[in-house]
């Protein structure tokens, strides 16, 4: 099982990224993807999940209406459409795999596997 996040850069505030998140070893479709991250001195935070089979999806308060997470099945791919992108966005984004469906969603510890980090800058 692995899963690579890469899509990470610097951007100013306002702009826009999109992360992806690929996945090998597993099927997309049957687990539960989620982002997290991390910014120098703070502790991870979760950001968005995704549910397997269904696609239902969730957001952090800070996130919403700014970030959409969606997924290829065909090309076992999570993605993370981040718009309107603020300075307090910068941080190390991870993607981890979860259980299909996860009411805890937030909680790092329900995931197994994690994606190695892609760096997000935002510029003021």
């Known amino acids: 099982v692995q899963l690579q996040a890469f899509g990470g850069g610097l951007v100013q505030a306002g702009g826009s990224l999109r992360l992806s998140c690929a996945a090998s070893g597993f099927r997309l479709a049957s687990s539960g993807i989620g982002w997290f991250r991390q910014a120098p001195g703070k502790e991870r935070e979760a950001v968005s999940y995704i549910r397997g089979s269904s696609g239902q999806t969730f957001y952090a308060d800070s996130v919403k209406g700014r970030f959409t997470i969606s997924r290829d099945n065909a090309k076992n791919t999570v993605y993370l459409q981040m718009n309107s992108l603020k300075p307090e966005d910068t941080a190390v984004y991870y993607c981890?795999?979860?259980?299909?469906?996860?009411?805890?969603?937030?909680?790092?510890?329900?995931?197994?596997?994690w994606g190695q980090g892609t760096q997000v800058t935002v510029s003021s």
């Open positions: 981890a795999r979860g259980r299909p469906i996860l009411s805890a969603w937030f909680t790092a510890s329900r995931y197994d596997y």
